[in-house]
Structure formats: structure tokens, C-alpha cells
């Protein structure tokens, strides 16, 4: 998938039968291609000046790497010592890079690692007998999906800065491809029967509903009050986008948690039965 920073767009690409990777400045109007090795480069990210990207070799063994545009320097950041390990998944915001480690190859369980590219130092951040992955990072917080509950996945963030694990969902269904910008968290959601979008304020701590059509809707990414997604409701893969709305102007949204349902009813019969005890006494 292609992924865009400011005027940039990045993604891997085909054309010379193996997966490079490419850029194109929309400002300059000018593409351009980064890797040329013969062996595969895929799932790009970009941040500033910085791309990110998983490479495989002969064994189809993967690291992350990243390349700086101004200096077009390219830099390898994790090193595997034999076949059963692998890194997946780089993500980049200002500073830090977030990946996934798999001991055992792709099939093993998997652990979530930063990258500081200032210290130049990798840090291991979750050590769980389950499997951590697809994480996203905006500054010092990175969402994913995680499996420790065993019956289902949840979407967890943890604080680089502070060292803090939150669990943001606890729902028996699952919860998958997490996205995050500032304090706003997106996912992919089955507890309804079918992939709906949903949506977790950090400042409010208020979880909301985005999508409710009865088919598919997944993959979806957010970006200051926008969120896209993949959309299925005519039959094939159509690419939909929501503007987050103000929650707190929906008619009949008496409790604030950006749905309209049975709580509400009951939160204003009982506001309505308090009044009338206080105009009896």
C-alpha cells in the first residue's frame, strides 16, 4: 500500500519484477526509484526525510532499512544472525521507527521493537508469550493488535516516553489493523458480525462507532479529522472517507459517546425520575 508525508508518496513496486521501492514528490512532480536490489522491498513508510522499508534476501529472511533523502544514504537497522528470525512491518514518525521482531520466521510469534535514530539504539517493547503486530506510531505512541487474550485480538498503545501499556479494546471480538494520529486511534471491528470502523478518543476516552453498513469495511488510516478505508457495500474493494464528526451535536446523543442507542434512553429516564422525586419533595 502507499503511504504519504506531506508532498511525498512512497510504495513498492513491480515493474522490474521484484519489489522495489519508489517515490514521487508531487511538489516537483518528479518520481523516483530508491532500492534496485534484486530481491524484494516492500511495505514503505515515510517520515520527513526518511523511508523505511522491510527487505528480504536470497532466504527471504527480512530487516529494516532506511534511506535519507537529502544525503540518499541507506542504512541498515536490524541485522539477523540466522533464518529463524525476521523483522516486519517498520513504521516511522519524527524520530522513531516501530517494527516487528519474529523469532521462528513469519510463522513464529512476534514482539513489537523501536528504533531511536537519534541514539541509534534498538529497544525491545513488548515481551509477551503471544504475538504483537501491525504496529502504527505518531511521536512517542504505537498502537497494534495483539493476541495475548487468546481468543481474540485487541488493539494495545504503549508510551514511549512514559513506558505505559494501555489496553485500548476489551471486546471478545476482534479488533484489527490500528491506526493513530495525535490522540485519535482507528481500527477494523467484528463485534457486530461483519468488519465495521471504529474509533478511540484518548483525550475523552470515548470509544465511537464510524461505519455501520452491514458489509465490510477495513484497512482504514487517519489523518487530522479524516479517516479512509477500504469499503466492500458495492460488492468489490471501493476506497470511502468519513470527516470526523463533532459527537457532542448528534440528536439524542444524551451521554456523549457518539451513539445514539438504549443507554441514552436510560440516561434520560433516569435524569427525567430524579426530577420528578426533587419536584415531590
Excluded at 248 to 253: A, E, P, R
Amino acid at each position: 500500500l502507499p503511504e504519504i508525508e506531506g508532498d511525498k508518496i512512497v510504495w513498492s513496486d513491480t515493474r522490474n519484477g521484484n519489489g522495489d521501492i519508489y517515490i514521487y514528490d508531487l511538489s516537483a512532480d518528479k518520481e523516483t526509484q530508491i532500492t534496485d536490489d534484486p530481491n524484494n522491498q516492500g511495505r514503505p513508510d515515510i517520515w520527513g526525510n526518511n523511508i523505511v522499508w522491510q527487505d528480504s534476501d536470497v532466504n527471504g529472511v527480512h530487516n529494516i532499512y532506511l534511506y535519507n533523502l537529502p544525503t540518499q544514504e541507506k542504512t541498515r537497522i536490524t541485522n539477523t544472525v540466522n533464518n529463524y528470525e525476521d523483522y516486519w512491518w517498520p513504521k516511522i514518525s519524527q524520530d522513531k521507527i516501530v517494527f516487528e521482531y519474529h523469532l521462528g520466521g513469519f510463522v513464529g510469534e512476534s514482539d513489537l521493537y523501536t528504533y531511536d535514530l537519534s541514539t541509534e539504539e534498538m529497544t525491545q517493547m513488548t515481551n509477551s508469550p503471544r504475538s504483537e503486530i501491525r504496529p502504527d506510531i505518531y511521536g512517542n505512541k504505537v498502537v497494534w493488535e495483539d493476541s495475548r487474550n487468546e481468543t481474540d485480538w485487541d488493539i494495545y498503545m504503549y508510551n514511549i516516553s512514559t513506558g505505559e501499556e494501555t489496553q485500548i479494546t476489551n471486546n471478545p471480538n476482534n479488533q484489527a489493523f490500528s491506526s493513530i494520529f495525535k490522540d485519535m486511534i482507528v481500527w477494523s471491528d467484528t463485534r457486530n458480525g461483519n468488519w465495521d470502523i471504529y474509533m478511540y478518543d484518548l483525550k475523552s476516552k470515548q470509544e465511537r462507532q464510524i461505519t455501520t453498513d452491514s458489509s465490510t469495511q477495513v484497512h482504514q488510516s487517519i489523518y487530522e479529522d479524516k479517516i479512509v478505508w477500504y469499503d466492500r457495500r458495492n460488492g468489490n474493494n471501493d476506497i470511502y472517507m468519513t470527516i470526523i464528526p463533532d459527537f457532542s451535536t448528534i440528536k439524542g446523543d444524551i451521554n456523549k459517546d457518539g451513539i445514539v442507542d438504549f443507554k441514552d434512553f436510560a440516561e434520560f429516564a433516569n435524569d427525567w425520575l430524579k426530577e420528578e422525586e426533587w419536584y415531590e419533595q
